[in-house]
């Protein structure tokens, strides 16, 4: 079984600021996935970022990037000149590359506030 | 808006009931998955159907069921409703069952049982 750790409950960063959020997993898998999702104060989950585990290269998107350290069983979330949107929960999640589904293995989240 | 409905948005009722919970994937996704989200047990996986056939089973309990029909929608039916089983029920849809496809999360379900 795999299991998602987000051991920052809640986090706070002032606005234009970078803030690292941390996810640790354990599996036995070799070929899988990894990702972070946002939940807003809307519910909504809306995909952030995603990374191959087969890719060295870390995922970027606009101002969001991982480093993912695969030895480490590592997956941080850097956001980069924080806005105020950003405001919201953050979920790592897991998913193995099986033959068995593709279900999504979430961490418990950390709550980040955005200030002014 | 992801293109993933849910009805009803918000469902009240009493412990030892049966609800049905609805899921229209985006058009032209073949691949259904429903999660749970409570307070106590965070997100967690419950099932997956992929063009009508079950693909793969989580933590679902034996009081609850699923299935996908021909038109690709999906229905949870959750039974003998205890107090524990308020939660937001998400339902998300991939173009096909495979890891490479994103999910696609609906707005939820938002369940209270009293």
């Known amino acids: 079984a795999q299991t998602v750790t987000q051991s920052q409950p809640e986090m706070s960063v002032q606005e234009a600021e970078t803030v690292t959020l941390s996810c640790t997993y354990d599996t036995s898998e070799s070929n899988y996935y990894l990702f972070w999702y946002k939940q807003p104060p809307s519910r909504q989950m809306i995909l952030v970022i995603r990374q191959e585990a087969y890719k060295q290269q870390n995922a970027t998107e606009n101002r969001f990037s991982v480093n993912f350290q695969k030895a480490a069983k590592s997956f941080s979330l850097k956001i980069s000149d924080s806005q105020l949107g950003d405001t919201a929960m953050y979920f790592c999640a897991f998913m193995a590359n099986s033959n068995s589904g593709y279900a999504l293995n979430f961490g418990k989240g950390t709550s980040l506030l955005v200030t002014p | ?114």
């Open chain 2, 1 to 114: 808006d992801s293109g993933v409905t849910q009805t009803p948005k918000h469902l009240i009722t009493a412990t030892g009931q049966r609800v049905t919970l609805r899921c229209s994937p985006r058009s032209g996704d073949l691949s259904v998955y429903w999660y749970q989200q409570s307070l106590d047990q965070g997100l967690q996986f419950l099932i997956q159907y992929y063009n009508g056939e079950e693909r793969a089973k989580g933590n679902i309990l034996e009081r609850f069921s699923a299935q996908q029909f021909p038109d690709l929608h999906s229905e949870l039916n959750l039974s003998s409703l205890e107090l524990g089983d308020s939660a937001l029920y998400f339902c998300a849809s991939s173009v096909q069952g495979s890891s490479y496809n994103e999910q696609f999360f609906g707005p939820g379900t938002r369940l209270t049982v009293l």
